[in-house]
Nanobody, 126 residues
Framework: QVQLVESGGRLVQAGDSLRLSCVVS????????MAWFRQSPGKEREFVAG???????????DYADAMKSRLTISRDDVMGPLYLQMDYLKPEDTAVYYC????????????????WGQGTQVTVSS
């Protein structure tokens, strides 16, 4: 059973940096993807950043175009957490950030991801 647990969200000020973590367990597929999404009140859940692996080797890394210059998604090894480094945070980045896993389809779509964490709240004050 795949389980994901996010952490690292908190209240920060505009311009600050923040690193979110996602601990995942139970993945058995040789090819899979992991991604960060976010959702703010009244808005649809949106893709933030994602990675995919085949045989333990990363082959895809992508970012939402509007945020690309401020993000870094990383994972030190296939047994470790997935990280999302966010720099120069803005009030409009306020949202619940979710970690998810999928089958490795290199997709930004919510529907491509089958397992989700409970989310971690990021609040950016102006």
């Amino acid at each position: 059973q795949v389980q994901l647990v996010e952490s690292g969200g908190r209240l920060v000020q505009a311009g600050d940096s923040l690193r979110l973590s996602c601990v995942v367990s139970g993945i058995t597929d040789n090819k899979y993807s992991m991604a960060w999404f976010r959702q703010s009140p009244g808005k649809e859940r949106e893709f933030v950043a994602g990675m995919a692996w085949y045989g333990g080797v990363p082959y895809w890394r992508d970012y939402a175009d509007a945020m690309k210059s401020r993000l870094t998604i990383s994972r030190d090894d296939v047994m470790g957490p997935l990280y999302l480094q966010m720099d120069y945070l803005k009030p409009e980045d306020t949202a619940v950030y979710y970690c998810a896993t999928g089958s490795g389809s290199d997709s930004h779509a919510v529907s491509a991801y089958t397992h989700w964490g409970q989310g971690t709240q990021v609040t950016v004050s102006s």
